[in-house]
């Protein structure tokens, strides 16, 4: 797939996975300033309609946040459900330490576990989660099919995947002022706050390279889950998905 060729330095001979561990460490101490300048804020409509799916769904046992960088969506799957335990995965030590201080100031760390993992090697068994969640965070696989099926795996059977990822908008209106921002502005912006050159130019790579609406959903059914669905959201700038693992027969 062309998303898993698109990497954040350009580096042949480390795989992708390498790079986005190390560009995250990078770029933590920016990110969630970086969140919500470039969204200017909308990254938190679109995870309330994500929430939303979620909350319809209703789904028990563990759930699991893969991605889960500092933690954004593990606190706020923790406010729909009070008794849900959450756990977040990332590659990125650096995301996961801003992501435990946000935790304890929530006073959530009896509930929410944040840990390093690899979501193509996920420890944990088969049908033990829910509920599986992946914010902006599938684009940077290393093997998109491979983590698919790896959160399909840890799904029982009757849970639900909850993926939001960035998306190009196809609107002939829309898409010069995305194209100007994105690739120019902030990639600018990036340089300037996050001081690594090459991360936020790699952000609209990723976006535009990633598989997108019925393409994505395509990739969801040969993963294992049914009733894959897509929601475009604030003009085909971000898109909602949901799956769900087949019940037992």
Not at 171 to 192: A, D, E, F, V
Request: aromatic content about 8%; glycine content about 8%; proline content about 6%.
């Amino acid at each position: 797939m062309d998303c898993e060729k698109i990497t954040p330095y350009g580096d042949n001979d480390r795989p992708k996975s390498e790079q986005v561990e190390a560009m995250f460490d990078n770029i933590a101490p920016a990110y969630d300033f970086m969140n919500r300048a470039m969204s200017f804020g909308l990254h938190r409509l679109w995870l309330r309609r994500g929430l939303s799916a979620v909350r319809k769904s209703n789904p028990g046992g563990e759930w699991l946040d893969v991605a889960t960088g500092t933690a954004d969506v593990a606190i706020s799957l923790a406010g729909i459900s009070p008794q849900a335990h959450i756990t977040g995965i990332d590659l990125s030590e650096g995301m996961l330490e801003r992501g435990r201080e946000k935790v304890a100031r929530a006073g959530l760390s009896g509930r929410i576990t944040l840990q390093r993992a690899d979501c193509l090697e996920l420890p944990f068994a088969d049908g033990s989660m829910g509920l599986v969640t992946v914010a902006y965070g599938v684009r940077n696989f290393q093997d998109l099919a491979a983590g698919l099926r790896e959160m399909a795996r840890v799904l029982r059977p009757g849970g639900m995947l909850m993926v939001i990822e960035l998306s190009t908008p196809t609107s002939p209106l829309i898409r010069p002022l995305y194209n100007l921002y994105t690739r120019h502005i902030i990639p600018l912006m990036g340089r300037i706050v996050s001081k690594d050159v090459r991360a936020y130019s790699y952000l609209p790579e990723s976006i535009a390279a990633v598989p997108q609406g019925s393409d994505m959903t395509e990739l969801l059914r040969q993963s294992g889950l049914t009733d894959a669905r897509f929601r475009a959201m604030t003009f085909g700038t971000c898109t909602l998905y949901t799956a769900y693992k087949p019940k037992q027969q």
